[in-house]
């Protein structure tokens, strides 16, 4: 079965610190697809990135960075040089075809990040 | 381009009543699951609709259900209200028809049981 795990369910950085958050994935499948989305405190879930199993390469966005090791089953976030407007829940979430015929999104439990000015 | 919204935004029942949440996606996307968020059990997925037939469901009793129209509107139906069913009611939809695109949801309901 799919599963995520994001072991960090709270971090507090100072403004301007990197920060990294944590996620492992477990699945059978051999093409599936990883994501991170972004909660904020008004609620709704703000797609950030996309990842497929056959692209190892790690991506760039800004201040953002994925790390993606197939070896080590991680998909990790982070984030240089934090910002206030950073604080928000932070969700790595798993798909693939286990489920015939649809698909099923997996999510992981989320990680709070806190950024204090 | 309109993104997911969401109806109503909060509702407030007592337990044994029913409640039935709505869910817009946007335009062009055929694909909208639907999602419970409480803060014990987190992001759990409920079903998805697609083309107005069901294609996926997760973990859920029967009080639990929903539909989707010709128009990829979605409805989300909870019977028999209990207590634990307060939570965050979240809608997606997707383009394409693969786990692969991204989700975008919608701002939520916010369903409170007393």
Known sequence: AQKVTQAQTEISVVE??????????ETRDTTYYLFWYKQPPSGELVFLIRRNSFDEQNEISGRYSWNFQKSTSSFNFTITASQVVDSAVY??????????????????AGTRLFVKA | KAGVTQTPRYLIKT????????????????SVSWYQQTPGQGLQFLFEYFSETQRNKGNFPGRFSGRQFSNSRSEMNVSTLELGDSALYLCASM???????????GPGTRLTVL
């Open chain 1, 16 to 25: 301007k610190e990197d920060v990294t958050l944590d996620c492992v994935y």
């Open chain 1, 91 to 108: 969700f790595c979430a798993l798909s693939g075809p286990e489920y015939t015929g649809g698909f099923k999104t997996i999510f992981g």
């Open chain 2, 15 to 30: 337990r044994g009543q029913q409640v039935t949440l709505s869910c817009s996606p946007i335009s062009g996307h055929r």
């Open chain 2, 95 to 105: 383009a394409g028809t693969l786990g692969a695109n991204e989700q975008f949801f």
